[in-house]
């Protein structure tokens, strides 16, 4: 499942010429649902759309607020062109969930994201409508969320490995460290776990 | 080097109460560079913008004619935040190319496009400024572009593979072939050993 996250000052859907969905300030979803995705992969999109730090803090600390930290909206649309596969330059989105089983599992998503949070803040589009979604992005600030099972980037495993190996060296010299950082590998196949003990690198720049 | 593109029926940026860029139908991309980005990314980036089909020809058959085919424009704009890495739910973007370099190559990476296409209709948004992208995303249609040493869909890479294989079977078959196909699977694999140097990893920076 991939969702693209733009962080919006509004954003509205038109159908034909007329408004069917609107928000202020929060986050504007784009959602791909690909035909292997389960229901472990609409977690992870939820909690993530819902938690993820894009907002800046009353003192204006950026990258510090989840739009349900600073009660903003999301407005969540459909979109099956996120699956896809290039074949030279001609799209091919047979890897997207085919509409009749898309349908009531993005329904399902919006529902869980509604429980998770307000109800009335989730906003949706038109399921397989022709819309216009008019997105005033914010920033800019646009964000991929990847699920679980989907792509992994094979640089940063690379990376994790290196990192792993490296801490392995070190335990086997040095004193004793806990098995967080043995779970750092894992937690990148499983991104839910924690980030380790990388310390914090977090940067604060602004959007 | 990772884009967002977004079919638009048209898009502009204002910057305070300015309005600094417009286009009408065309493409809203939103541009990542990563600090392991080359003009081998860039390159793969500007020509599949330029020649993507997401839009429908004059008989009205979708998915059949690009930008330059329809004489759209393309709007541009750099957005560090998408080479994003989640440490839990706050995005670190130390793997973004640092501002000092990212404006210089991303300026080349506009000339390139103008090149290949018409100057007058690649637009640009004010890079490091706080910006209002509107994007009046159409359809919507939204396809993510990851260049060759970004990264890699396991899914396609399975793929690639079982097409390998099938290669080899035929090769020790039938006639003989080049060894074109036995590189691009390598290549997939290991997409840029040259990644270079990780570079200033300094954060505060504008979109």
Redesign the interface.
């Known amino acids: 499942m991939?969702a693209?996250v733009?962080r919006v000052?509004k954003a509205t859907v038109t159908v034909g010429d007329e408004q069917i969905s609107s928000i202020g300030r929060g986050l504007c979803v784009?959602l791909g649902i690909s035909v292997?995705d389960t229901q472990r992969d609409a977690d992870y999109i939820v909690r993530?759309i819902l938690?993820?730090?894009?907002f800046e803090d009353e003192n204006g600390r950026a990258?510090s607020k989840?739009v349900m930290d600073r009660d903003f909206e999301v407005l969540c649309?459909s979109?099956f062109?996120?699956q896809?596969?290039?074949k030279g330059?001609?799209?091919d989105f047979h890897?997207a969930m085919p509409a009749e089983l898309a349908q009531p599992f993005y329904n399902s998503i919006l529902e869980n994201m509604r429980s998770a949070y307000k109800p009335e803040f989730i906003k949706d589009?038109k399921f397989g409508a022709?819309?216009?979604?008019?997105?005033?992005?914010?920033?800019?600030?646009?964000?991929?969320l990847t699920s679980p099972t989907?792509?992994?980037?094979?640089?940063?495993l690379s990376k994790l490995e290196k990192q792993q190996q490296r801490k392995e060296k070190t335990r086997s010299k040095g004193p004793s460290e806990s098995g967080r950082e043995k779970g750092a590998l894992r937690s990148r196949q499983d991104?839910n776990a924690?980030?380790g003990a990388?310390g914090?690198?977090?940067?604060?720049?602004?959007?």
Do not use: F, Y
């Open positions: 991939r693209i733009q000052s784009l292997e993530k938690n993820l730090r894009l990258w989840s649309v979109q062109t996120l896809c596969i290039l330059n001609k799209p890897s589009g022709a819309m216009q979604v008019h997105i005033q992005n914010d920033g800019p600030v646009t964000v991929e989907g792509p992994i980037d094979p640089k940063q991104p924690s980030s990388e914090d690198v977090s940067s604060e720049r602004e959007p």
